[in-house]
């Protein structure tokens, strides 16, 4: 993360000599200030425009336009001077403290296989790094790789430089010293850089100079933030619905007319059905009546409601009795039809 905003920053900088809208400066502070939220996601499913775009709209107004430069950045970074000695051990392949003497305009460093060159090597990264880009590729956690085998333990290299003539230890700075390492496997790649694809040369000459890192976050980028930005404000927004309900509205009078002539037709058809010739007021007002004449449906409704009248000398003793003189008749023609049965056996 540091190489990416260590770039970023010399964007910046770049950016502030060119000719462009402010809002493109605004914007480019913005991302400064959401570096590391914005560097964890990439293009895929829009989503750096995605976490951009709600970032632009809440605080893009608020950016400054003039770069005032990083404090952290090389330009304003501490002077190395000319190295003068490291100190490592117990230390990876170091069992005990090795000093070595860097003064010199050149340092030849060599031996047979396991005595220590990588190991002398890593030791003068993490100590102008802070970081072991090994451990880093291998996953590996940096304190478990820097412990040396046996021992199982390790002390951090100390590295000094001369300044002025006055040793002074270096610290760890991956800003401003990442460029002082050139991994052997990239200048293996770029050896073979003329058989790769324009896309695969870019990617391998970032890697080479320790920009791939700044490279990938630019890559990150989709190329328009148009489809995540939602620029109408509430009062637009509301304006709008309130727009939409009124057209509706519109409509919907103006196919009255259309509607009542429609009611007006079948109003006619039904008057003509129940009267021929008359009108559907007329018809209207004998269904249901005036105040000078009582409609039919009122009169109907009368008759409905009024108590049936009575029927005279009709009383309930009287009806019992019929009913049990209904009953004994019915049982004289029950007796009678047996004895016919039986009678009509003896013929």
């Avoid at 964007?11 to 809002?23: E, G, K, S």
């Avoid at 404090?71 to 170091?94: C, S, T, Y």
């Avoid at 003329?194 to 040369?201: E, L, V």
């Avoid at 009611?263 to 039904?270: C, D, P, R, S, T």
């Amino acid at each position: 993360m540091a190489s990416i905003r260590s770039e970023y920053h010399r964007f910046l900088a770049h950016l502030a000599q060119r000719h462009v809208h402010d809002d493109v400066r605004r914007l480019a502070h913005l991302v400064l200030d959401h570096l590391q939220p914005l560097a964890e996601v990439g293009a895929a499913r829009r989503g750096r425009s995605t976490r951009l775009a709600p970032l632009a709209i809440a605080h893009l107004a608020q950016m400054p336009v003039a770069y005032n430069g990083d404090a952290r950045g090389p330009e304003n970074g501490p002077a190395l001077g000319r190295l003068h000695q490291l100190e490592v051990g117990p230390f990876r392949g170091f069992m005990r403290q090795e000093t070595f003497d860097l003064s010199h305009d050149i340092t030849l460093v060599y031996g047979a296989n396991g005595t220590g060159k990588s190991s002398f090597c890593e030791a003068l990264e993490v100590a102008m790094l802070g970081s072991i880009s090994e451990a880093q590729a291998k996953r590996v956690d940096q304190r478990t790789y820097c412990n040396n085998a046996r021992l199982r333990r390790h002390i951090a290299p100390v590295l000094s430089s001369t300044a002025a003539g006055e040793a002074q230890a270096v610290q760890p700075d991956e800003a401003e010293y990442r460029f002082c390492f050139i991994e052997k496997n990239r200048l293996d790649d770029f050896a073979r850089i003329a058989a790769r694809t324009p896309s695969d040369q870019r990617q391998l000459i970032a890697t080479l100079f320790g920009v791939d890192q700044f490279s990938e976050f630019v890559r990150g980028f989709n190329p328009s933030l148009g489809q995540d930005l939602m620029l109408a404000g509430v009062q637009a927004a509301q304006l709008a619905q309130r727009r939409l309900q009124l057209a509706n509205s519109e409509q919907t009078i103006a196919a009255y007319p259309q509607k009542i002539a429609a009611v007006e037709g079948l109003e006619q058809a039904l008057a003509q059905r129940m009267s021929p010739g008359a009108t559907y007021q007329t018809c209207v007002d004998w269904l249901l009546g005036t105040p000078q004449q009582q409609g039919r449906l009122p009169y109907v409704q009368a008759q409905l409601d009024a108590n049936p009248p009575a029927i005279h000398e009709v009383t309930q003793a009287r009806l019992q009795a019929l009913l049990a003189e209904a009953y004994r008749v019915q049982g004289l023609w029950q007796a009678s039809s047996a004895q016919l049965a039986a009678r009509a056996g003896e013929v």
